[in-house]
T-cell receptor, first 113, second 110 residues
Framework: GAGVSQSPRYKVAKRGQDVALRCDPI?????LFWYQQALGQGPEFLTY????????KSGLPSDRFFAERPEGSVSTLKIQRTQQEDSAVYLC???????????FGSGTRLTVV | ELKVEQNPLFLSMQEGKNYTIYCNYS?????LYWYRQDPGKSLESLFV?????AVKQEGRLMASLDTKARLSTLHITAAVHDLSATYFC??????????FGEGTQLTVNP
């Protein structure tokens, strides 16, 4: 596709509910990243994939957060038993390996009520 | 601990004026990025600075990088209302992850 596509654009979840956020990167982009952006803050790194391999998940805030990219293209970020502090915008970015520059998607705004 | 500090965090300026946003970072990274974010929107890439002394300009914005001082600047010349947005700097660290600053919320008043 022409850009990084994320869905849904907005998600309201009741506390304790599980959610799944989808990222469709630019075709051919090997690297894929997830970031969490709280209101009024800069994005914070969550996890990084190169193809289907999750090379860095050190930014995931708890074991309730899980990300996968089984075929090396589309990625899903899953949050189990959502809490209010999970409310944020979740941004996905992709890039070519060995290059510089990242393309960000429009994000998913998650609100936990 | 990786840390990127921007200042000021809030900037209100008049159209036609000049100003500089500063970005201090903590590692020896040689790659520094500047992004723009409009309310409710995603991040738009402005500049990628790859080496010491790099200077890039696009329209009324100019970015520079001093890797020895671990400092990048974003200079705004003759500001216009359309530049109102939040500006983030980010350093690229090992593993290609970006560490972002808190952002500078710029408001340009007529």
């Amino acid at each position: 596709g022409a850009g990084v596509s994320q869905s849904p654009r907005y998600k309201v979840a009741k506390r304790g509910q599980d959610v799944a956020l989808r990222c469709d990167p630019i075709s051919g982009h090997v690297s894929l990243f997830w970031y969490q952006q709280a209101l009024g803050q800069g994005p914070e790194f969550l996890t990084y994939f190169q193809n289907e391999a999750q090379l860095d998940k050190s930014g995931l805030p708890s074991d309730r957060f899980f990300a996968e990219r089984p075929e090396g293209s589309v990625s899903t970020l899953k949050i189990q038993r959502t809490q209010q502090e999970d409310s944020a915008v979740y941004l996905c970015a992709s890039s070519w390996t060995g290059s510089y520059g990242y393309t960000f998607g429009s994000g998913t705004r998650l609100t936990v009520v | 601990e990786l840390k990127v500090e921007q200042n000021p965090l809030f900037l209100s300026m008049q159209e036609g004026k000049n100003y500089t946003i500063y970005c201090n970072y903590s590692t020896t990274s040689d790659r520094l990025y500047w992004y723009r974010q409009d309310p409710g929107k995603s991040l738009e890439s402005l500049f990628v600075l790859l080496s010491n002394g790099a200077v890039k300009q696009e329209g009324r914005l100019m970015a520079s990088l001093d890797t020895k001082a671990r400092l990048s600047t974003l200079h705004i010349t003759a500001a216009v209302h359309d530049l109102s947005a939040t500006y983030f700097c980010a350093e690229e660290t090992s593993g290609s992850r970006l560490t972002f600053g808190e952002g500078t919320q710029l408001t340009v008043n007529p």
